[in-house]
């Protein structure tokens, strides 16, 4: 199956220290791939420079077979890459509806006339039916500084899905999030993945990962330790040595 997004070689260095040193990750059309690294292995760091958040120092990542190195976040969101945050970017004061018509607009620029977007018929229509995919349809009119942290997510992957890109790339969706939601994300996950779209997930919760994931990467270091399915990176040496030598106590295989 060939990668629909991939980084092939990536290095970063933020002055004196080495963020990543020569990683590759490579997610194939119509997967779920999962990204995950003990603390401080340089999760974040490769993801921001596969979606122009950041640039790389060298290597280069690609997306459909074209490259993509050094796009701004705008290039790459515009050519089908859309992603989430550990911390969720909504706007706190408008309704939950009110978020979703202002994702519709992002290609326009942002907050440009919610007022003309909420009176489009059809862009409504498209809202709402993200919102009931989420499970938020009910909290349409609800101030989105009212949802719970777990809702927050799901209301933030459901401004991301308007814009229906090719792949989304979640940053720690389950961080926070109760276990109700968190089934109910994975579930929503999996809906879109059987309709076709491609998922890259970087997370810390293991029993999500390696029970949503068909192929999981694992960073330490700021190097590729090792890729494969759920199953062969949950009896890899190298990687239980990484997690248990690491320090970090919230993952648990």
């Known amino acids: 199956m060939s990668a629909l997004i991939e980084a092939e ?30 603390n401080g292995s340089g999760k974040t760091t490769l993801f921001n420079i596969m ?10 990542v690609r997306f459909d077979g074209e490259s993509i190195t050094g796009a701004t976040p705008e290039k790459v969101f515009g050519l089908g890459i859309g992603r989430t945050f550990q911390i969720t970017r909504l706007f706190f004061r408008l309704t939950v509806l009110e978020n979703i018509l202002v994702a519709t607009q992002r290609h326009e620029g942002w907050l440009r006339s919610v007022a003309r977007r909420a009176g489009s ?11 009931d995919f989420v499970g938020l349809a009910g909290l349409a009119s609800s101030p989105a500084g009212n949802l719970s942290y777990g809702q927050r997510k799901l209301l933030e992957l459901a401004s ?18 109760n276990p109700t939601l968190i089934s109910q994300l994975s579930g929503r996950i999996r809906d879109l993945n059987r309709a076709g779209k491609t998922f890259l997930v970087v997370e810390h919760n293991m029993e999500f990962v390696m029970g949503l994931c068909h192929e999981v990467t694992v960073l330490h270091q700021g190097r590729t330790l090792v890729s494969g399915t759920p199953d062969q990176v949950r009896s890899n040496p190298a990687v239980l040595d990484a997690y248990l030598g690491g320090g970090d106590d919230d993952d648990d295989f």
């Open 9 to 38: 070689g990536v290095s970063k260095s933020f002055g004196g220290l080495q963020a990543l040193t020569e990683c590759s990750l490579s997610v194939p059309k119509g997967s779920i791939a999962g990204l995950i690294g003990p």
């Open 51 to 60: 979606t122009g958040y950041e640039r790389c120092s060298d290597g280069e």
């Open 121 to 131: 018929a059809a862009e409504r229509r498209r809202a709402l039916e993200m919102l």
């Open 160 to 177: 991301l899905l308007v814009a229906d890109p090719a792949v989304l790339l979640l940053d720690e969706p389950t961080a926070g999030v």
